[in-house]
Nanobody
Framework: QVRPVESGGGSVQDGGSLRLSCTTSGVTFSREAMGWFRQAPGKEREQVAA???????WYADSVTGRFTLFPDNAKNTVYLQMTSLKPEDTGVYYC???????????????????WGQGTQVTVSS
């Protein structure tokens, strides 16, 4: 059964860094897609990054240049390295898995079938 599990959240100061991890089984990163989403209080869930198409990456404009997504296939883990964090990056971060071979980035929550429980990221000014 595919069950993503996130870890690595925490509290940092403005400009700080965090690395989130998403470990899952039942997904082959070379064939399927993984996405990172976040949800701030009172706001809709938004996607920040995706790994798809056997190693391609996609990033939301708001995080491009600051966040980097990379897999460790041996550990069935996808990492989201977050640098230059801002207070507006605060939220619960979710990892999700999408079955199927994606030739373009899956950028909608409905594209993903399996979701983790989320990990809290708080950035203070």
């Amino acid at each position: 059964q595919v069950r993503p599990v996130e870890s690595g959240g925490g509290s940092v100061q403005d400009g700080g860094s965090l690395r989130l991890s998403c470990t899952t089984s039942g997904v082959t990163f070379s064939r399927e897609a993984m996405g990172w989403f976040r949800q701030a209080p009172g706001k809709e869930r938004e996607q920040v990054a995706a790994l798809y198409g056997g190693g391609r990456t996609w990033y939301a404009d708001s995080v491009t240049g600051r966040f980097t997504l990379f897999p460790d296939n041996a550990k069935n883990t996808v990492y989201l390295q977050m640098t230059s964090l801002k207070p507006e990056d605060t939220g619960v971060y979710y990892c999700a898995a999408a079955h199927g071979l994606w030739l373009s980035a899956p950028t909608q929550p409905g594209h993903y079938q399996f979701w983790g429980q989320g990990t809290q990221v708080t950035v203070s000014s």
